[in-house]
């Protein structure tokens, strides 16, 4: 396995937040974390790249347990992109996108051409090679989600953790950037909303509630109207589209 | 698809001779500086004399220079100089610092309660005769902002340790050291020793000689080398702790170094010079503008501005009022302030 939580534990005070996870992704396949708000999503992906530490539990990259990983060995195959993360610098976005290259880079090597690959490789994928010298804060909502993700592209990672990827983005870009994802030869959990992209683009899905895993499976055998009632709260009718085979979910309001 | 094949040429490259050439022009134009600060004042002394003079020292030249002449370059005026430029580029790169790892535009060297610690501490020693005349005011004063950098950490810790805790532990420690400061000045200083307080809180390179300069020197270099070494960690820190973490920076290790540097820098500056303003605030924004916000070039050019806009004020400051000295503190602020609101106008965004 690429990614393996086993049993994870987290908990923010009193409140348990993440209660006894479980999750394997395998290596190449992108995995779409569902789940209502607050249900531990974003605090999963934060313990998987280590931005929190686990209460108990082991996550584990390969074969290595990341707790006995440095944080720099982490960012060199883990990129993470979190929700609206934003600055006040006057930064371009190729200032931003070369942020990337940190964790590849010692405290006073030199800009190399391997560096360089690795941003123009980013930008292009996002759309976005003739932007460079933008100005960070003349850049839209969806521009920026764009180019924090190109940032963590140029972090060449094998794992990338993406919350929420897709809020702000017009329908375009939200479809362009998730087949990137599916496209990209990387390992990827995707924390999405959107439960038909979500069954559109994503190889598995596990669903989040209240800190749990809750169902976990192929687009196709989780997604089910109890399920949409019991953790969603809705009420919905899913069928299998006639154009591509994909689950699709419509929801009832009647 | 390979990655060369998509490499478009967007502009990376790098024009390392451009940057040596500007750095080796500010560096000339520090020294040109440095050298003026010396020439002018009271007795008006010919670059080429300040030449010589150095000469002899550094060099073990003997040009024929009045012993005077020698004495006023080397004694006086070329330990204040290097001392103004120490505490400007000490200064500004605290400045940089702060303003990077807080992601506040208004940090500055003495967010963390160090020039008012420092300030209770130099009262302490000169009003209330603390330390039984063994404590100099400049080493009452450095511990002074020792201690309230550490209680004001404390605090900072206990708090929860985001930017925003330190920024508001800063607030209460400032505010708690500058009330005792005012508390012992009211209470028990004459009218005479509060104008000498009042004169040393807005900054004075009055009395500077060599054993300050060999203290205050090696502190802004060794301050600028740490902070160069940790240039990239401080632009990691653009979109805030977690996305330094993720960026794979030791986020509490460079915090601690770089925190732990700017208090130093700036105590041991304080406590010889007195807090002097403006500086430290204005002088990195003043930077950006020009080399824009990547620390590689933001912190020697925060550094060499800050040494360069210091050493113009203490020449200022000598000649303004006849006969007199000003506090450089005021100095700074005065010129300081329309020169940077220029810079703000011309750097204005397109509305």
Known sequence: ?254 | MTLAAIGQPVATGERWWARLALATLTLVALAFMISLAVSIGEISIPLTTTGKAVANRIFGASFELSRIHEGIVWDYRLSRALLAASAGAALALSGAILQALLRNPLAEPYVLGISAGASTGAVAVMILGFGYGVLTLSAGAFLGAVVAFVLVSALAVGAGGGADRIILAGVAGSQLFNALTSYIVTTSASAEQARGVMFWLLGSLAGVRWPDVYLAAPVALGGFAVSMFHARALDAFTFGIDAAAALGIAVNRVRMILLGTTALMTAAMVSIVGSIGFVGLVIPHAARFLVGPSHGRLLPASALIGAIFMVAADIASRVIVPQQILPIGVVTALFGAPAFAFILYKARRPV
């Not at chain 1, 290595?64 to 993470?80: E, H, K, M, Q, Y």
């Open chain 1, 1 to 254: 396995m690429s990614i393996s939580v086993r049993d994870v534990h987290w908990s923010a005070g009193s409140a348990m937040i993440v209660d006894g996870v479980s999750i394997d992704v395998a290596p190449g396949k992108t995995l779409g974390l569902l789940g209502p708000n607050g249900s531990g999503k974003s605090s999963l992906l934060r313990l998987i790249c280590r931005l929190r530490n686990v209460r108990s539990g082991i996550i584990s990259l390969g074969d290595t347990d990341i707790a006995a990983l440095s944080r720099l060995d982490i960012a060199r195959r883990v990129a993470f992109v979190e929700q609206q993360a934003t600055t006040d610098a006057q930064v371009t976005v190729l200032d931003v996108v070369r942020l990337g290259r940190t964790p590849h880079r010692g405290a006073l090597s030199a800009w190399s051409a391997v560096d360089d690959a690795a941003v123009n490789t980013a930008l292009f994928h996002v759309g976005m090679p003739g932007r460079a010298g933008q100005l960070w804060h003349t850049l839209s909502g969806g521009e920026r989600q764009r180019v924090h993700i190109a940032r963590a592209l140029a972090q060449t990672p094998s794992e990338l953790l993406l919350d929420e990827p897709t809020n702000h983005l017009d329908i375009q870009h939200q479809l362009e950037i998730l087949s990137l994802v599916a496209r990209l030869p990387v390992t990827s959990i995707v924390a999405l909303h959107d439960l038909n992209l979500a069954a559109m683009f994503c190889d598995g899905l596990a669903v989040l509630h209240r800190g749990k895993v809750v169902a976990a499976g192929t687009p196709e055998d989780i997604l089910t109207e109890r399920l949409m009632a019991d953790v969603f709260g809705v009420r919905a009718h899913i069928e299998r589209s006639a154009y591509n085979g994909r689950y699709h979910v419509q929801y009832r309001i009647d």
